[in-house]
């Protein structure tokens, strides 16, 4: 869900800049910055902003520089002399220093005047125009980072099916070790062992440790990863919750692995899933 968009207004006495910037979250987190005399107009961006952007971090600015010769904020001659007559007489300054003193007048409370701007309604639908400017800017850069996602997330998919095929041709080398040193293990003990207790104690153990269904719904998992991320909803919640599945089996096949071959491919399964998870985020 990162993304940034920009508009620029330039209107009679000022230019108005328009900026939207994005990143990842769960939620939709907006944070909106706007002149005081736009904060009227402020609910209304909001709804805006939820209704197209739906997630993610989400920063919305409007700047306004003025470029007309007038400017609203007037100096208050009257005060300013006062401000200067008192502070000649409390520091006892030469009539010379009147600049010094002018400095530090100009900066006590009241010295300037702004007059207040009111709304016009004309004037915010144009910019109201370009704020949907912005966020088409927006909604493009995502869409544009969609399609790099997706192709992204259908290699790590395709290698993660590459090493769960990797765990299954391993499996019987697997279960012929675990045997092996099992029956290593007893032989060094040198005592006599019932062969038919010993099957039925390997059987058991053996049971403790398969992983054919975790094999199953890694698959299955694999598949309907791939169905929503084709289809047309908006998903990444969805996929979020698809990923922690496929890591629940993928954590289990390793806990179960006993064998260092295919822990090594579990490892790489890991990896491939850790990707996904960083950049899942950033699907709405």
């Known amino acids: 869900m990162t993304g940034y968009g920009k508009a620029v207004l330039q209107l009679p006495t000022k230019k108005v800049t328009i900026e939207i910037k994005s990143l990842n979250s769960k939620n939709l987190d907006?944070?909106?910055?706007?002149?005081?005399?736009?904060?009227?107009?402020?609910?209304?961006?909001?709804?805006?902003?939820?209704?197209?952007?739906?997630?993610?971090?989400?920063?919305?600015?409007i700047y306004v520089e003025m470029t007309?010769?007038?400017?609203?904020?007037?100096?208050?001659k009257?005060?300013?002399?006062?401000?200067?007559?008192?502070?000649?007489?409390?520091?006892?300054?030469?009539?010379?220093?009147?600049?010094?003193?002018?400095k530090m007048a100009i900066r006590m409370p009241d010295a300037l005047s702004t007059e207040r701007e009111e709304l016009d309604e004309n004037e915010w639908d144009l910019i109201n125009e370009n704020i949907d400017i912005a966020i088409k800017e927006i909604v493009q850069y995502r869409v544009d980072e969609a399609a790099s996602l997706e192709i992204d997330f259908k290699e790590r998919i395709t290698n993660i099916n590459t090493y769960l095929e990797e765990v299954k041709a391993l499996d019987n080398d697997r279960v012929e070790n675990?045997?092996?040193?099992?029956?290593?293990?007893?032989?060094?003990?040198?005592?006599?062992?019932?062969?038919?207790?010993?099957?039925?104690?390997?059987?058991?153990?053996?049971?403790?440790?398969?992983?054919?269904?975790?094999?199953?719904?890694?698959?299955?998992?694999?598949?309907?990863?791939?169905?929503?991320?084709?289809?047309?909803?908006?998903?990444?919640?969805?996929?979020?919750?698809?990923?922690?599945?496929?890591g629940r089996e993928i954590n289990t096949t390793g806990s179960k692995a006993n064998y260092a071959p295919m822990q090594k491919a579990v490892i790489q399964m890991k990896n491939e899933l850790e990707q996904i998870k960083e950049q899942i985020l950033n699907v709405l």
Do not use: C, W
């Not at 736009?38 to 919305?60: H, N, W």
């Open 68 to 76: 007309a010769d007038e400017t609203s904020t007037t100096v208050n």
């Open 30 to 61: 907006l944070n909106v910055r706007i002149p005081s005399y736009y904060k009227e107009k402020e609910l209304a961006v909001r709804k805006k902003l939820a209704s197209s952007l739906v997630r993610g971090k989400v920063d919305f600015s």
């Open 178 to 246: 675990v045997k092996t040193r099992l029956k290593k293990a007893i032989d060094d003990l040198k005592v006599d062992t019932d062969e038919n207790r010993f099957e039925q104690e390997l059987i058991y153990y053996l049971e403790k440790l398969d992983i054919n269904e975790e094999k199953v719904r890694l698959a299955n998992h694999l598949d309907y990863f791939l169905q929503t991320l084709a289809s047309e909803d908006s998903n990444g919640k969805k996929l979020g919750f698809i990923v922690q599945e496929m």
């Open 78 to 102: 009257t005060v300013v002399k006062q401000y200067i007559e008192q502070l000649r007489n409390t520091i006892l300054l030469a009539s010379n220093d009147d600049v010094e003193l002018l």
